[in-house]
């Protein structure tokens, strides 16, 4: 029989996941109570209290905000397992109420299983573990231990005693960023006490520890009195995967008296039948920490690091061992998970995890323009060559970068400069092919690395993420798949860089602007070409200029992207143009760009004088009306001026006057009759308006702009919508420049009906109000 608290302690869990991972929210008379109510704001606790469902609902609530769509309110794939590992956490708390001697029973079982059992699947004997929350807790207790064991007098006389023998801690420049700062707070040690030794240079991958070097580093650091303590190894690097040579690292290691701990994803492969001989050494270390949470999509399980060391009384003085039962149960949400998934499964998420990289692998070998470890040859240089983990086969970390084929046909304008400016410019386009593919292809998980001496890379560690997003085979190969469609985009675009700069120089009125880190065709501003103004009103005129600019370009049929560049740029009042296709015309979009930027700016020009020219047109027209007044008096006399006078005057003797409309021509600045315009339709049709751009060149149809006529078919063009983000923007943007031009016709046409209409609120005499009225028709 089971225990009645457990299955309702299950039964509550399991009904509330189904309230936190429902589709179901709160409805619209719901929504408008708690917008209108003080739930969302700190405040008083409530006195009556409330039920789990009120409870689980304000939880609901602020984890996914406002959030109503199913795919952005679920964080992450938590399948069984991960309820499972939930569900330890409540046991924790239960259990933790038990009389002590059974709690002391319980715990020790659990973390002598959950121990051997991780032992055993690590292919780590005979070993000890202690489970950590943060990861690099487990490392700051095995510098307590090593601190421990070769200071004797260190539990007594503390850090008196490391005066006479400095320690030192040696870390790889390969290692997580922060990692040697972080253990020297903690251990209260001085940053002299830590020595980042630096990767290989000549021979061997570039993320590995320079074993030569490190061994000249310790005999100095001996000959100087100090004390070789623990070296840092990395079995996966957190940028690219690859395991130091640990091996000769734990022969110097003995050699020298320290202690050896490895870290890094590539431990997981451990579990598998088929191991590299690198990562097979580290089962020989002194310690390692695990990860199994992201490993195995466990949620909320702790960290692990097994260690080996005969002396229990140094592992308690370190912190390793504790004698409060309830800190034991750490292990309890590791312990429920590994039941649940078994052997098998453990084996099965691990091997799955590497099947999906060396499918990836296979897949970019063919792939031109991509660089990994296997194409090396020659001719292609080390900051362009990509190095992986030395046994592919066995490797769960894939990193791969794109770089200009020099196969690729130019166009006259290839990437020129030094080497530090093409390789800027390559490591914009592989940060935004790397957010591309994350963004349309999300569960496959690749990200954007930074690596010292490659650049930027994107990266794919499905041992990191594949059990959590729950990605398949079909994510991988959508993934190629869009990585198919993007190089050509990145070839086209670093090919037509130079083109596009060498056209921008040759007009006057453009300036290009040197941003090596904005992935696209590039950067350019329109110039004034005013001198007379000071310099407040030129950046001003420029800043309007380029704004209007930059809408008239988003306006147009064109597969390109126009911007005005990243939130946070340097560069202000420019334009920014995104990646090209094949058959794009740079000659015709430079000429497009300052035929629509000089209509822009005559166009300003005429708005701005036209202040001054309406003031003067209304003090001309009010000297005119004052002259038709006194006219009219001078014409019909002071007597019909009387009210009363004036209607008798006018009903016997009609004055028979004509009255001179007027209109104000704001092209000329001037006031004109309106006899022309009831005389003569034909005078009606003015010019076009000066806001329509011209035609540059001649528009085929069916044919986008900036596109060279006769391009194949097959042409890269087919692919020329970049990023479904950049072609959704620009239909917004379109859409919206539709609705402010339709916005602005009917304001046109009621001025012109005002005007019309005060021109026919004049007092017309009888007999002519027949002819203006057909004159009019």
């Known amino acids: 029989m089971m225990d009645p608290t457990l299955a309702e302690m299950g039964n509550h869990l399991s009904d509330a996941m189904k309230i936190l991972e429902s589709g179901k929210l709160e409805s619209e008379q719901g929504k408008e109570r708690r917008k209108l109510s003080w739930k969302d704001f700190p405040g008083p606790l409530q006195g009556d209290g409330q039920d789990v469902v009120s409870i689980l609902q304000l939880v609901q609530n602020l984890m996914h905000g406002e959030d109503e769509k199913q795919g952005h309110r679920r964080m992450q794939y938590v399948g069984e397992q991960g309820h499972m590992a939930l569900l330890g956490h409540s046991l924790a708390a239960y259990i933790s109420v038990l009389e002590r001697e059974r709690l002391r029973k319980l715990t020790t079982r659990i973390l ?87 990767c290989n240079t000549m021979f061997g991958s570039l993320h590995q520890m320079d074993v030569a070097l490190l061994d000249k580093l310790i005999r100095d650091d001996r000959e100087s009195g100090k004390l070789p303590l623990l070296l840092i190894a990395n079995a996966g690097t957190p940028g690219a995967g690859h395991t130091d040579k640990l091996s000769r690292l734990k022969e110097l290691c003995v050699q020298h008296n320290m202690w050896l701990h490895v870290e890094g994803v590539n431990l997981a492969t451990l579990v598998l039948g088929q191991v590299s001989s690198t990562v097979t050494a580290a089962t020989k270390c002194d310690s390692m920490t695990l990860t199994p949470g992201p490993w195995l999509g466990l949620p909320a399980v702790p960290a692990v690091t097994l260690y080996r060391h005969e002396d229990p009384a140094l592992s308690l003085a370190a912190g390793l061992t504790s004698s409060q039962p309830v800190e034991k149960l750490r292990a309890l949400p590791l312990w429920l998970s590994l039941q649940y998934l078994g052997h098998d499964g453990i084996l099965q998420r691990i091997k799955h995890a590497s099947q999906l990289s060396q499918q990836l692998l296979e897949h970019l070998k063919t792939l031109a323009s991509i660089k990994t470890s296997d194409v090396l040859d020659s001719e292609v240089s080390l900051i362009e060559a990509l190095r992986m983990v030395e046994d592919e086969l066995n490797s769960p970390v894939v990193v791969f970068r794109f770089s200009q084929d020099s196969n690729t046909p130019s166009s006259g304008g290839s990437v020129k400069g030094n080497v530090a400016e093409e390789r800027d410019i390559l490591d914009a386009l592989n940060r935004w092919l790397g957010e591309q593919l994350a963004q349309q292809v999300p569960l496959s998980g690749v990200d954007v690395v930074e690596l010292e001496d490659e650049g930027t890379c994107v990266r794919f560690s499905p041992l990191m993420t594949a059990a959590a997003l729950g990605t398949q085979e079909n994510d991988v190969a959508a993934l190629v798949e869009k990585l198919g469609e993007m190089i050509p985009v990145l070839s086209c675009t670093l090919r037509f860089r130079q083109d596009f700069k060498d056209e921008v120089l040759q007009q006057a009125s453009l300036s290009y602007i040197e941003d090596q880190s904005w992935p696209g065709l590039g950067v350019v501003r329109y110039e004034a070409r005013s001198t007379d103004l000071d310099e407040d009103k030129r950046q001003y005129r420029v800043e309007k200029i380029n704004s209007d600019l930059l809408k008239k370009l988003m306006e147009l049929d064109t597969d390109l992207y126009f911007s005005d560049g990243p ?6 009042n420019c334009i920014f143009i995104g990646m090209a296709t094949e058959d794009l015309d740079v000659a015709e979009l430079v000429e497009t760009i300052v035929s629509i930027g000089k209509d822009i700016e005559e166009s300003g020009k005429f708005f701005e004088n036209m202040t001054e020219v309406v003031r003067r047109g209304i003090q001309e027209a009010e000297q005119q009306l004052q002259k038709a007044n006194e ?60 806001d329509s751009p011209k035609s540059v060149t001649k528009q085929f149809p069916g044919q986008k702009l900036f596109r060279r006529h006769g391009a194949g078919s097959d042409s890269v063009s087919d692919t020329s919508s970049v990023s479904h983000l950049e072609e959704s923007f620009r239909e917004t943007a379109h859409v919206q420049a539709i609705d402010a031009e339709e916005a602005e016709v009917p304001q046109e046409h009621h001025v012109h009906i005002e005007t019309e209409t005060a021109l026919s609120d004049q007092r017309v005499p009888e007999g002519q109000e027949t002819e203006s009225v057909d004159a009019l028709r």
């Open 631 to 690: 006219e009219k008096l001078m014409e019909e006399g002071v007597l019909r001026q009387i009210p009363l006078v004036g209607s008798v005057l006018n009903w016997f003797s009609p004055v028979q006057a004509s009255v001179k409309g007027r209109t104000f021509n704001l092209a000329e600045g001037c006031l004109d009759s309106t006899e022309p315009v009831y005389s003569v339709k034909a005078q009606m049709n003015k010019e076009a308006s000066l």
């Open 112 to 198: 002598s299983d959950t121990t051997l059992w991780l032992c055993r699947l690590f292919r780590y004997e005979n070993g000890s573990a202690y489970y950590h929350e943060d990861d690099c807790e487990g490392l700051v207790k095995m510098c307590r231990l090593a601190i421990n064991t070769h200071y004797e007098d260190y539990a007594t006389e503390g850090f008196t005693v490391l005066s006479s023998k400095p320690p030192v801690i040696y870390q790889s420049a390969a290692s997580r960023p922060g990692l040697g700062q972080h253990l020297c707070s903690q251990l209260g040690l001085p940053l002299s006490s830590l020595c980042i030794v630096p």
């Open 567 to 572: 939130e946070f740029c340097e560069e202000k």
